[in-house]
């Protein structure tokens, strides 16, 4: 039976209604502002989420630089950025608050006002704090006249010192805030590794931390996704901690312990067979540590080849520790290899690294006949002549 046309189009209009009637009640948040400077630029709106950043909205600039994004509001705290090519501004949203933002490029994610959102001004703070201790850190590292011990102790203490503060000011304060919670997953980038100032999972202290802010979201932010993902992290983390403290109290036998003067390493090698840094003990040591599949890696392994053909002979050894994921491409680029040739099978969480502090990849130390770690490549011109100076 056909239906009038009459029929047909009252029941489209009524459908169209009840489309208005549902949008309308639909709770959202707004992030609006301006940005100068920024004609034509591409403003990305992202949500940052535990699978990965997602671009969710998007626009091109006009001259005065307005802007506004409505999305669904989140029914526990969510975080957002506003991207420009590398440049961001951190967002958190609680529930329906509109955000306002003003900044211009191209230090917008230095320079920039937020209003309505006390979570935002508190991150805005963390942002420019995290950016002060990178700085601190990059002038630590680059310093010609610290050595290996005195980088490594320098940086723990800053980022201790700094630790505290966050603590102290954020976490613990109001650990069922978003900020609180951003507190915890800030990064500072060593070398071009970027790597969580809080350990959540091996240092004690750091667990604390994560505890508390799992805690409040439980009770706060009942069955949200990010609680539940604290909650894990931190009952791994206080597993961990047991597990590392009851290996502390294991007897150790006194015959099986090496005392050397640089940090040991006892990885397996690209043949199967395990090779300890110590058994080199007595030759000049150039410690590498390398990645085969960064496009740099050809020249830098012909340079090795050099030095090695030059040096070997009279006492020059290479212990090079790749950091490749995939170990039978490692194992391919190194079959012809006459060094020393061990892989991290955790990549840049490796225990060589954090022991050595690596700040990027490809580094390299000179450790003398002595078993001292004489230099790293940053406090090194001529490594032809230093070898040279150490045989």
Not at 7 to 35: D, M, N, P, T
Request: proline content about 3%; some cysteine; hydrophobic content about 40%.
């Amino acid at each position: 039976m056909k239906r009038p046309v009459t029929q047909i189009v009252r029941a489209i209009s009524f459908a169209f209604a009840l489309l208005a009637i549902a949008s309308c009640g639909e709770k959202k948040f707004h992030v609006q502002g301006e940005i100068k400077e920024a004609k034509d630029s591409m403003l990305y709106f992202e949500n940052i989420s535990l699978d990965g950043i997602k671009v969710i909205d998007s626009l091109k600039l006009s001259e005065e630089g307005s802007f506004n994004f409505a999305q669904k509001a989140p029914t526990a705290p969510e975080f957002y950025r506003l991207r420009i090519a590398n440049q961001i501004i951190n967002v958190s949203i609680d529930s329906t608050e509109t955000v306002d933002i003003k900044a211009s490029y191209p230090d917008m994610a230095v320079k920039y006002e937020v209003k309505g959102s006390e979570n935002c001004s508190k991150i805005q703070d963390l942002a420019l704090q995290q950016i002060r201790l990178q700085n601190r850190i990059n002038a630590i590292v680059n310093s010609p006249s610290l050595g290996v011990k005195a980088v490594e102790d320098s940086i723990s203490k800053v980022i201790y010192a700094y630790k505290d503060g966050i603590k102290m000011n954020y976490i613990f304060k109001e650990p069922m805030k978003a900020y609180a919670y951003f507190a915890l997953f800030q990064t500072i980038n060593v070398g071009n590794i970027a790597t969580l100032i809080f350990n959540p999972r091996s240092n004690e202290e750091d667990v604390k931390a994560f505890a508390a802010v799992a805690t409040s979201w439980d009770a706060y932010h009942p069955n949200s996704e990010r609680g539940l993902n604290l909650h894990n992290i931190a009952i791994e983390g206080m597993k961990n901690i047991r597990i590392m403290k009851s290996q502390q109290q294991l007897t150790i036998d006194p015959s099986k312990v090496k005392v050397t003067n640089s940090v040991d390493i006892s990885l397996v090698d690209n043949k199967g067979v395990t090779r300890n840094l110590s058994d080199l003990t007595g030759k000049v040591v150039l410690l590498d540590f390398h990645m085969f599949a960064n496009k740099e890696s050809t020249k830098r392994i012909m340079m090795l080849r050099d030095l090695y053909n030059k040096y070997h002979d009279r006492g020059l050894e290479i212990y090079q520790v790749s950091i490749d994921g995939d170990e039978h491409f490692w194992k391919t680029q190194t079959a012809a290899l006459p060094w020393v040739c061990v892989r991290e099978t955790e990549s840049t969480k490796g225990q060589s690294l954090l022991r050595y502090n690596v700040q990027q990849i490809p580094t390299f130390f000179l450790i003398g006949k002595d078993n001292v770690v004489y230099k790293r490549d940053i406090q090194i011109k001529d490594l032809d002549a230093e070898i040279a100076s150490l045989l």
